[in-house]
């Protein structure tokens, strides 16, 4: 049997370690390993790309392939090179990552190719083990989105749900770069909330159900846009910035303003902001007093009127256990239009 471990960035003896310990507590075994001198009779592809190193798996001869190089392949890639390995030798093929996307785990799958990933998950169809505990304990675990991932699910909320959206095209569109438009599909293929197909080299991403089963199937992995507050004196209007927190709240709903008015900032706008005034922090009482909100997410990204959308504003301040907020958070989401 011929295990194949691509390696990122950890050196591969900690990988060979991960892996151990891993077959240890998954299946109740124990793997040593040891050094494996065939690779000079490889193809300089395979020898230059991996590190080999010989093991035992319940009871069958094993050789650890270790990639060195830290960038990702595709599995297309991965089932040729698997291909190119059978040929030099009889053993049974298993490609080992420390880490997959959901998309390339599917995909791996597809092109038949068994894989292990060292504490996530193990497919070795040769030996009846299709072990995925830990993807199941991080859904169980509902770790939020990050920032890129919760503005795509935005747009497509105050878009169409049913749109195709292609990386290439959403990162200049949303501001974030193709590779993290990349991630964000991974964390939303990952979460359930949609699915990820290949038209030609690009990856297409939809969304799965109506804007409103979007929206409540997201409800765990969302969080408030919001990274800090903080009062300070008026100044004069900053670039970006736009109504937000109870403001706006009396904007979308029959609740009375507040005495002081609240600006959102992206991180961005607000360095800016610092850069050109100087910042004092006063208390909420202060007649001059305004609330400043700083988002993960640039907040005009989606606003209206110079108002936050509506969808923000509710992550913003669903934590607000005041009764009088709830209730206008509540008259806000029945008026808005799915």
């Given at each position: 049997m011929l295990l194949c471990i691509m390696r990122e960035v950890s050196p591969v003896r900690s990988e060979i370690h991960e892996l151990e310990r891993?077959?240890?507590?998954?299946?109740?075994?124990?793997?040593?390993?040891?050094?494996w001198s065939g690779a000079d009779r490889l193809p300089h592809v395979l020898k230059e790309r991996y590190r080999f190193a010989q093991a035992e798996l319940l009871g069958l001869h094993a050789l650890l392939v270790i990639d060195s190089n830290p960038d990702d392949q595709s599995p297309a890639t991965v089932r040729k090179h698997m291909d190119m390995l059978q040929t030099k030798q009889p053993a049974d093929l298993i490609y080992v990552r420390t880490q997959v996307t959901a998309y390339n785990r599917k995909r791996l799958i597809e092109q038949k190719v068994p894989f292990i990933v060292p504490g996530n998950q193990m497919y070795l169809p040769m030996l009846a083990i299709d072990l995925r505990e830990h993807f199941r304990r991080i859904r169980e675990e509902v770790p939020s989105f990050s920032p890129s991932t919760q503005v795509v699910v935005l747009y497509v909320l105050h878009r169409d749900a049913g749109q195709v959206?292609?990386?290439?095209?959403?990162?200049?569109?949303?501001?974030y770069s193709t590779m993290t438009m990349t991630?964000?599909?991974d964390e939303l293929e990952t979460a359930g909330l949609a699915e990820v197909t290949v038209r030609g080299r690009e990856r297409c991403l939809r969304f799965n159900g109506s804007r409103k089963e979007i929206w409540d199937k997201a409800q765990p992995f969302l969080r408030s846009p919001v990274n800090k507050r903080l009062m300070i004196r008026r100044a004069e209007d900053a670039e970006g910035a736009t109504l937000a927190g109870l403001t706006?709240?009396?904007h979308y709903s029959m609740l009375a303003a507040p005495a002081y008015t609240t600006h959102a900032l992206s991180r961005e706008n607000w360095i800016a902001y610092r850069k050109?005034?100087?910042?004092?922090?006063?208390p909420p009482q202060d007649p001059d007093a305004g609330e400043i909100e700083v988002w993960w997410y640039p907040p005009a990204l989606f606003a209206e009127h110079g108002i936050v959308d509506q969808l923000s504003l509710f992550l913003s301040l669903k934590a607000d256990h005041d009764e009088r907020t709830e209730t206008a958070l509540e008259e806000m989401m029945e008026k808005f239009k799915w």
């Open positions: 891993y077959l240890h507590e998954a299946l109740g075994i124990a793997v040593k390993t040891k050094p959206l292609i990386p290439t095209e959403m990162a200049p569109l949303l501001g991630r964000a599909f706006a709240l009396a050109r005034h100087k910042i004092i922090e006063v």
